[in-house]
């Protein structure tokens, strides 16, 4: 699970199948029922309509517990001081290089570059928003410097962040510049 919707729908489908959950957590679920397979089925095929699964083997469950940290440390509202190896180290309590081994092995991607997607995917948000400068979100974003998340954002959008954000304003039109688009036509 990525999110709190996430955390919803699981408790939803859990509800719906008369199972009760003694915690939701991202990306962990613990129940008080023992389940059997059918019901396990049927709770998998709840919540793969909105595209989650469930996970049993140790590996998955441990990707699963690295996305999830990933995800924490991007989206902390304070900006962590620490890099990722040592954050996922401290936060997992396991050796760093067996991390990045696993997650490499499973998911044919290095965490530095699965960050760098979380951060690009957070950085397109806070633009579309307008709530922050560029400089603002590279430094919510913990990188070194404006240019280094420009460099990192046109690496994995194909965009500078400006020209990502005036294509914003291109998609977006208000209803009266769409009749006056329209007028203008008839012209």
Do not use: W
Not at 169 to 175: D, F, N
């Amino acid at each position: 699970m990525a999110c709190e919707s996430c955390k919803v729908v699981v408790s939803d489908a859990l509800e719906e199948l008369h199972l009760h959950p003694i915690k939701v957590n991202l990306g962990e679920v613990t129940i008080k029922e023992e389940i059997d397979a059918e019901t396990k089925q049927k709770l998998n095929s709840i919540i793969q309509k909105v595209g989650l699964e469930i996970v049993e083997s140790k590996g998955g469950i441990l990707i699963e517990k690295i996305k999830n940290s990933c995800l924490r440390y991007v989206n902390s509202d304070e900006p962590i001081k620490i890099n990722i190896s040592d954050y996922l180290t401290k936060e997992l309590d396991l050796d760093y290089n067996y991390l990045s081994n696993a997650f490499s092995d499973v998911t044919t991607c290095t965490i530095v570059h699965y960050i760098n997607l979380l951060k690009m995917e957070k950085a397109k948000e806070m633009i579309l928003f307008e709530e922050y400068n560029f400089s603002e979100i590279a430094e919510k974003l913990n990188f070194s410097s404006l240019s280094a998340f420009s460099t990192q954002f046109k690496k994995i959008t194909s965009f500078t962040p400006s020209h990502f954000r005036n294509l914003k304003k291109i998609r977006r039109k208000a209803i009266q510049e769409l009749n006056e688009d329209l007028a203008n036509k008839k012209q």
